[in-house]
């Protein structure tokens, strides 16, 4: 049996797609246990390009089971979109998707107030998807559930009384004009018509599949760096992304992990605002945007890029309990003469010992650097470690290093054949 969660290791766009994609191979059931559509991952399979925002990437293998955990918060028409996008690609989801009847429901007032929040002077960097604004209401106890689709009358009841209030403050504090209650009441009814089929008491599910002997992946959205408790508060996401999601977005208890796998890209990259110490804002982060196709999968916004930062992934690490991991888009560094790793943080003319999660004080430390000479030469190609040229490997040992992991898997490119495992 092995129970295991992947998780982002860095502030997200690590990659988890396509190795979420490569290790279902050999697992039974993926569960994707928080987050909602801000999330985008991508798999390419031949010359075929998935972004998956909602199910999980383990649905591209045909003989897995996927699981939306209660720790996802669910839009509807994006759900129901992607479930037509698969099926229309030949990949049927009746039968092989479930979703937790514990999950809150994205509302359309709770996306509208997200995109004025973004439109003022205070911007987070959100994607406008309504993520923040749901997982207000759950945890404001106002939120709606997929089970309440069950019940018409505690469905119309929940809606008219949450609308009475947004409305109110829609007119009052937006200036904007008042949504139809009506028109959302019959909007999720008809959703429920069509997503019935899918719903599941997912703890009594997986907990009975473990009891089974069946294996698991937990799927985790955004990056550890984004964790509202662990992260760059508040330049973070509204769920938990480390390993600790996993139980209290599944219903599965910690005593079932049997490992925490990272995904590491061999660079950082960030989305939207918040401290970033290795940032590149020169032609060298231009480069790796340009080379690494650094624009986001959900909102195409351009990625901020910089040097591989091994003092946050010790404290990734950390937090998360991580043992193994895979290194992704480490053929983007091909082109440089040199490659820069940071190895501690510099705060006030001394060195940090600890990683300092608050925003105002990891904005002001000053990354230590090691230089390392570059490989210069394409890697795209290679499938087997032996063949990586001497400096390559010599920058993974120094990376796993100094942040203490062990790397089971390499991704040299977009494709699942662009893949070495160790």
Same mark, same amino acid.
């Given at each position: ?22 290790? &279902?191979?050999?697992?039974?059931? *993926? ?25 999980? &990437? !383990? ?67 959100? =994607? ?38 947004? +409305? +109110? ?72 992304? /480390?390993?600790?999601?996993?139980? /209290? ?9 049997? &490992? *925490? ?7 950082? =990259? $960030?989305?939207? +605002?918040?401290?970033?110490? /290795? ?18 999968? #959900? /909102?195409? $916004? ?21 043992? $193994? ?18 190895? !501690?943080?510099?705060?006030? !003319?001394?060195?940090?010992? &600890? ?21 210069? =030469? ?40 662009? #893949?070495?495992?160790?």
């Amino acid at each position: 049996m092995s129970v295991t969660v992947l998780v982002g290791s860095q502030w997200g766009d690590e990659g988890k797609g396509k190795v979420v994609d490569i290790l &279902s191979e050999n697992y039974e059931i *993926v569960a994707r246990y928080q987050g909602g559509a801000n999330a985008g991952h991508t798999i390419e399979i031949g010359d075929k390009k998935f972004i998956l925002h909602l199910i999980p &990437s !383990g649905i591209l293998r045909e003989n897995v089971i996927c699981v939306i955990g209660n720790g996802v918060v669910i839009d509807p028409k994006a759900l129901l979109e992607e479930i037509e996008f698969l099926e229309g690609h030949g990949f049927n989801c009746e039968g092989r998707l479930f979703i937790s009847h514990n999950a809150h429901l994205i509302m359309p007032y709770h996306k509208l107030i997200d995109s004025l929040n973004e439109s003022g002077e205070k911007k987070i960097g959100t =994607t406008g998807r309504g993520i923040g604004p749901c997982y207000i209401d759950k945890f404001a106890r106002k939120g709606i559930r997929i089970v309440d689709l069950l019940n018409r009358e505690i469905l119309e009841s929940k809606i008219r009384a949450n609308l009475e209030e947004k +409305n +109110n403050l829609l007119k009052k504090v937006y200036q904007h004009e008042e949504l139809n209650v009506d028109e959302i009441i019959e909007e999720y009814i008809e959703f429920d018509k069509k997503i019935d089929k899918y719903i599941k008491d997912v703890p009594q599910y997986l907990n009975e599949a473990i009891q089974d002997g069946k294996s698991i992946l937990f799927e985790g959205a955004q990056g550890a760096l984004l964790d509202a408790d662990f992260g760059t508060y508040p330049f973070v996401t509204s769920s938990s992304p /480390t390993s600790g999601g996993a139980c /209290t977005g599944t219903g599965v208890p910690p005593t079932k992990i049997t &490992s *925490v796998f990272g995904i590491v890209k061999a660079y950082t =990259t $960030r989305v939207g +605002n918040g401290p970033f110490p /290795t940032e590149l804002l020169d032609e060298d982060g231009e480069n790796l945007r340009r080379w690494g196709a650094e624009f986001g999968a #959900t /909102t195409g $916004r351009p990625r901020r890029c910089g040097w591989f930062d091994a003092f946050l992934l010790k404290y990734s690490r950390l937090i998360n309990g991580i043992e $193994r991991v895979a290194i992704t888009k480490l053929d983007v560094l091909s082109n440089f003469d040199e490659i820069k790793v940071c190895i !501690g943080y510099e705060l006030n !003319g001394k060195n940090l010992k &600890s990683f300092p999660s608050d925003a105002d004080r990891l904005s002001k430390v000053t990354p230590i650097y090691e230089t390392l000479p570059g490989w210069k =030469t394409d890697i795209s190609h290679v499938r087997h470690y032996d063949d990586l040229p001497v400096e390559t490997k010599d920058y993974l040992s120094f990376i796993s290093q100094q942040c203490g992991f062990e790397i089971s898997i390499i991704s040299v490119g977009p494709k699942r054949s662009q #893949t070495i495992l160790l």
